[in-house]
């Protein structure tokens, strides 16, 4: 009987994968586009239901040490022209820069603080940089559960920053494809704040590519859905095309 | 023949314009100066325009852009005119990229800087000064530059071949900067050629360290961007024409932004060697800024905290002094906020305090700017200036000023 006991325990503890594990594979599985272009609409809806629509051109280049991304605002028409230039770091803040077309002036920014709300959207900027293992903390095992039938990991991190809104994340990550659909953000005072659902993943060149995230803030009850269209990876972008000169380009 | 021709003309037109992608605004804006001197104006309607046309093929950029100004007091009868109308062509240019390099030819505008109230090495373009004296509204520049790019920074040698006139709307427009009895002839006097090339050397990147910096350093051999004025007659009420001037220089530059976690420190400064002015001194200019953000101090909205200092100074005493050349920065304090409220109209309020610390002059302001209805934005801006007492400062000959203003822009 001992013997057993022994044998299924040791049988689960095979079995069971953690956070971390899940994280990794999660990482693996968006990972490979080596660059992305794409259009992105995003609509601000308030707690009346009214919309608000912008759009964006953002490329994007994908980095061991951080991505490099540029975004230039394409509507409203008053920031028509717009950029917006991110190198991100693992271990030091990124460095932020912003054109801004009616001045000819390319601002630097302190991007120290990750939380401050993106184009007045419920994305914050941490929100929208790239997925890194090495950015939270993960401890323990991933829960399995199961919803509509698929067999999902429950996966808990927390950040490393400081600067970080949120205390932990919990994710909700498929089990076969290692692709998110859900993700639970905690603030600072460990309460719900958000809930971004992720839809319309498309596989594009064999890399899985996200096509539409739905934001939630459940303490203000405003809403931002974002979505990527015309989307191309492996364009052969180079550092060049994120060099500060594109800003005035 | 002639029909071949011109349906292949009339295709590469097309062809071409499919590519021409056009941008602009249109702002209606009413102001009224609660506190003003007495003969001028009490308020002010001005209608502005600009529109932009841009061709984009592949590295090949040009770019025309176009402004218009209609005041209405320039519709009225004489007496009224104040001389703020025009239109004007800003820019017009053609940009080629390569590999690791850019060269540009034609009328542009520049932006050069990092402080947020008074850029002092922003010197390449002159002003307009038929525009409200606390927008900045520049005048395009000819000139040609060739840059080369390194991995972190840009080295560009521009060279400007066009000295400008710097037109300036006329009394009682109240910012007109003379007594009623001076007029301004905006005909430039040069030392040398208007033609006369002023060469400029930049050299800007920005350092991948724990702490990091943006700098640039500038050198220009050429005409520099103060200017200063002599009258035909003695300034003792009778009429009289105030000349502008314009003398050479070598100069060095350098504006820097440094990143130390929430906060930049940013610095600009400019030493210039006047060439040969019996008027005009050398002379210095020193900016130092600190901006720190806090963020979601009220919902999503950001703070920023602003504190700036300036510090201009003439090295040879038996010239032209600050006060000669209408300098306004030459010691005075900055402090102002920034509140953003991060929300869909991208709205903000910033508003602050310009102390001269010599002359005892107080400049106050708080400005609103947010979008409405998704293609118009909203201006609305409050300021008063409180002149020196005693010393003959641009803002006392200007008068004791407090004023309300509105804009309204529409966007394309």
């Known amino acids: 009987m001992k013997k057993l006991l022994l044998l299924g325990l040791y049988s689960l503890s095979l079995l069971a994968t953690s956070n971390y594990e899940v994280a990794v594979k999660s990482d693996a599985a968006i990972s490979g586009y080596e660059d992305a272009s794409s259009q992105m609409h995003m609509t601000l809806i308030n707690s009346n239901g009214q919309k608000r629509e912008r759009l964006m051109k953002m490329i994007v280049l994908e980095k061991d040490g951080g991505d490099k991304s540029l975004m230039e605002f394409l509507s409203p028409a008053d920031v028509k022209g717009t950029k917006f230039l991110n190198y991100e770091h693992v271990k030091k803040d990124d460095d932020q820069w912003l054109y801004l077309p009616a001045l000819k002036r390319i601002k630097r920014i302190a991007s120290k603080n990750k939380s401050g709300s993106f184009m007045g959207s419920e994305f914050a900027y941490e929100d929208l940089s790239s997925f890194n293992v090495d950015k939270y903390i993960y401890e323990g095992d991933a829960q399995v559960l199961e919803i509509d039938g698929k067999k999902m990991y429950m996966v808990q991190s927390k950040p490393l920053s400081k600067n970080s809104g949120y205390t932990k994340q919990i994710a909700w990550v498929d089990a076969e494809s290692f692709l998110i659909h859900k993700m639970d953000y905690y603030d600072r005072k460990n309460e719900l704040l958000k809930t971004a659902v992720y839809d319309d993943y498309k596989k594009i060149s064999d890399v899985w590519r996200i096509g539409k995230i739905s934001m939630k803030n459940h303490q203000n009850d405003k809403e931002t859905i974002l979505i990527w269209k015309e989307e191309t990876i492996k364009n052969g972008l180079q550092e060049k095309d994120f060099h500060k000169r594109v800003l005035k380009k | ?412």
């Not at chain 2, 499919?18 to 104006?41: F, M, N, R, S």
């Not at chain 2, 007029?183 to 040069?190: E, G, R, T, W």
């Open chain 2, 1 to 412: 023949m002639i029909v071949r021709l011109s349906i292949s003309t009339l295709l590469l037109g097309t062809s071409l314009l499919c590519d021409v992608e056009i941008k602009g605004h249109l702002d209606l804006q009413a102001q009224a100066y609660l506190t003003h001197p007495e003969q001028k104006h009490p308020d002010n309607y001005t209608a502005m325009a600009q529109i932009e046309l841009g061709y984009l093929k592949d590295d090949f950029e040009a770019i025309a852009k176009l402004s218009a100004q209609q005041d209405y007091y320039d519709l009225q009868s004489s007496s009224d005119h104040n001389d703020r109308s025009f239109l004007r062509l800003d820019e017009l240019y053609a940009k080629q990229d390569f590999e690791d390099s850019q060269i540009l030819a034609g009328k542009s505008i520049r932006f050069w800087g990092a402080l947020e109230v008074d850029n002092i090495v922003d010197t390449f373009n002159p002003d307009d000064l038929r525009t409200d004296l606390f927008d900045t509204d520049k005048l395009g520049v000819w000139n040609a530059s060739y840059t080369q790019y390194t991995d972190t920074g840009e080295l560009s040698l521009i060279i400007k071949i066009d000295e400008q006139d710097q037109p300036m709307a006329a009394y009682p427009y109240v910012y007109y900067l003379f007594p009623e009895y001076v007029f301004y002839d905006k005909s430039l006097q040069l030392e040398k050629s208007r033609n006369r090339p002023s060469v400029f050397l930049k050299y800007s990147g920005s350092t991948d360290t724990e702490y990091a910096l943006d700098y640039a350093f500038i050198l220009e051999n050429g005409y520099d961007s103060q200017r200063y004025f002599t009258s035909d007659g003695p300034l003792n009420g009778s009429p009289v024409t105030f000349k502008q001037h314009a003398y050479l220089v070598n100069k060095a530059m350098t504006y820097n932004t440094l990143v130390v976690g929430a906060s930049l420190f940013k610095m600009e400064a400019l030493y210039a060697d006047v060439i040969d002015n019996k008027l005009i001194s050398d002379f210095y200019h020193l900016g130092l800024g600190v901006e720190h953000t806090l963020t979601q101090v009220y919902e999503q909205a950001d703070l920023g905290l602003i504190a700036e200092y300036y510090k201009y100074d003439t090295l040879q005493s038996h010239k032209y002094s600050d006060l000669d050349l209408f300098q306004i920065f030459q010691n005075d304090l900055f402090v102002g906020l920034r509140y953003s409220f991060n929300e869909g109209n991208d709205a903000s309020i910033i508003g602050g305090a310009i102390v001269d610390l010599d002359y005892h002059e107080q400049s106050y302001y708080i400005e609103y700017e947010g979008r409405l209805a998704e293609t118009f934005k909203l201006n609305l801006d409050y300021r008063y200036t409180e002149p020196s007492p005693d010393t003959l400062t641009a803002f006392h000959i200007m008068g004791r000023h407090q004023r309300l203003s509105l804009k309204l822009g529409y966007y394309f």
